[in-house]
């Protein structure tokens, strides 16, 4: 059977398409970090790889021979919530099942067994390490998964426990533990009972130092698809690695879904001889978003946390600043993997830009009533963008208070109910295209629409720009400054035509005054104003 994309769970190398895992951080420093018996932290976003790289490190340390290394996941503790009494119960089996399994050590489960209703769940976690360390003819290393997982007094106990011991390491304690999860200790918030906060850097003081896992850069990413085509000889068209690039910033998970989507998904493809086009891949893109995979559905369920809106919300709404967001907020958004901010604060990537609008409407897009794509089909298959914008202007008028009232992100409410409108209109049958960010006090989309409905997206295309402006200050000096805008915007994407929405969020201005459309032309380019 030939190797594949990997999008579910550790990379195999034997079965899946892979990046070695040690190039992806310093390993040399990780490695000085052992030997100075030091304790640290290794972070990422999901699904970036973590558990892989850490599998290989634990496999590297122990054919070196000088430590014995164990991986455990102790995630399956986050049951027990804030109950210490159950969840260090939990930690210390899945402890002592991977001391088992990947050390062939059954003495720390046979001490666990013996000692675990004797000694108190305050207490059980270090004297069981303390054993191993003990018992065992090299100094060990423990790497514990998904400790960000716990909450609550499990979560304090087991850093306190962890704590506890660090000063008779490596005789009577472990020579270096590795905290790994999706946040940085110090990121930790730690509900007490009676409603105290703990952070993770009061409760775990020793860490000494804080290791990011990155994206696969740019060669990566190719030389990742490119195994596919040296075991299959099947070809992939030049232009889709710019694409891939842009669309994932080397995000691990985004990058193999989309290798497997285009490769196995699509069933085509799976004739190798098969050239696989840009097409294909945009296709692909687009299968990959709509069908909500985990990986994004968790990723939109960040956006719910109050730490995250402040920074999604001004990149949404084209924000110039960041209003009361504290610095370590946008460190935390960054480590989920949300946003870069270099070399400008930005979305991540691509996929991200477009899923995250599509997840924060998608119950305004399956309720919108009384829509349909055939309203707007012209005779020439085209779609006839006066009439959707006009009736985008009259439900906007009727339905724009309620919804931005029972918004999460209410600062981008007029952007993402324009965005959840088309996205209902275009129905599959197209491409809805957006850029924003900080600073730009502009949305920008772009509609890709099929004007042959037997070659669909892989014939000619209709493309209209649409730009979108909060009003703020004089009307027709923000006018002026849109055209200039929508004409670039529209000339760089080899736009048919152009449409400049200024939307009035002054609740005592009247909708008779807020409603118009009129004709405009800036460097010879017609361009349809439009208020709302």
Not at 41 to 46: D, I, K, N
Not at 91 to 103: E, F, G, H, P, V
Not at 350 to 365: A, D, G
Not at 429 to 449: A, C
């Amino acid at each position: 059977m030939e190797r594949f994309f990997n999008n579910a769970g550790p990379t195999v190398p034997k079965d899946h398409y892979h990046i070695d895992p040690l190039h992806r951080l310093d390993w040399a420093e990780v490695q000085h970090l052992i030997d100075s018996k030091r304790y640290f932290v290794l972070h990422a976003p999901r699904q970036t790889g973590k558990t892989t790289t850490l599998l290989a490190m634990m496999e590297a340390i122990n054919e070196e021979g000088r430590y014995s290394c164990a991986y455990a996941n102790i995630e399956g503790a986050q049951a027990a919530r804030g109950d210490e009494t159950q969840g260090i119960p939990a930690a210390c089996n899945a402890i002592a099942r991977s001391i088992d399994y990947y050390l062939k050590n059954s003495n720390i489960r046979e001490w666990l067994h013996q000692n675990i209703n004797i000694i108190p769940p305050q207490d059980i976690l270090s004297e069981m390490l303390a054993h191993w360390a003990q018992s065992s003819s090299r100094p060990v290393i423990l790497f514990l998964d998904e400790v960000d997982a716990l909450v609550g007094d499990t979560l304090i106990s087991l850093l306190r426990q962890v704590r506890s011991g660090y000063a008779q390491r490596p005789e009577a304690f472990p020579q270096s533990i590795v905290l790994c999860g999706v946040r940085d200790v110090r990121d930790y918030r730690i509900h007490q009972k009676g409603g105290e906060i703990i952070t993770g850097g009061s409760a775990f003081n020793i860490k000494a130092e804080s290791l990011r896992m990155g994206n696969f850069n740019q060669d990566e990413v190719q030389t990742l698809w490119l195994q596919h085509t040296e075991e299959t000889g099947q070809v992939f068209e030049d232009a889709i690695f710019p694409e891939l690039w842009e669309d994932t910033r080397g995000q691990p998970w985004l990058v193999n879904a989309l290798g497997y989507e285009v490769t196995w998904k699509n069933k085509a493809s799976k004739d190798r001889s098969k050239k696989i086009s840009l097409e294909d891949y945009l296709q692909a893109r687009e299968n990959l978003i709509l069908s909500r995979a985990t990986h994004l559905d968790q990723l939109t369920d960040k956006l719910r946390e109050p730490r995250v809106h402040g920074v999604i919300s001004a990149l949404l709404a084209g924000e110039e600043t960041l209003k009361q967001v504290q610095d370590d907020d946008l460190q935390y958004v960054e480590d989920l993997g949300l946003i870069q901010m270099r070399p400008s604060l930005s979305i991540s990537n691509r996929i991200y830009m477009e899923v995250i609008p599509r997840e924060l409407t998608w119950s305004v897009q399956v309720m919108i009533s009384n829509q349909e794509t055939a309203w707007y089909e012209k005779d020439d298959h085209s779609l006839d963008i006066p009439k959707l914008l006009q009736a985008f202007q009259q439900f906007f008028r009727e339905h724009s208070e309620i919804w931005e009232d029972g918004f999460d992100y209410k600062e981008a409410a007029p952007q993402l109910l324009l965005q959840a409108f088309l996205q209902r209109i275009l129905n599959g049958g197209g491409r809805l295209l957006r850029e924003y960010g900080l600073g730009r006090k502009r949305t920008d989309l772009i509609i890709e629409w099929p004007l042959d409905p037997q070659m669909g997206m892989y014939g000619p295309l209709q493309r209209v720009v649409i730009e979108l402006k909060i009003l703020r200050g004089d009307l027709e000096k923000t006018i002026q400054t849109g055209l200039g805008q929508t004409a670039d915007y529209a000339d760089r994407a080899g736009a048919d035509e152009a449409h400049l929405i200024i939307f009035n969020r002054d609740r005592t201005v009247s909708w008779d005054e807020k409603i118009f459309s009129r004709q405009e032309s800036h460097q010879g380019r017609r361009i349809t104003v439009w208020g709302a």
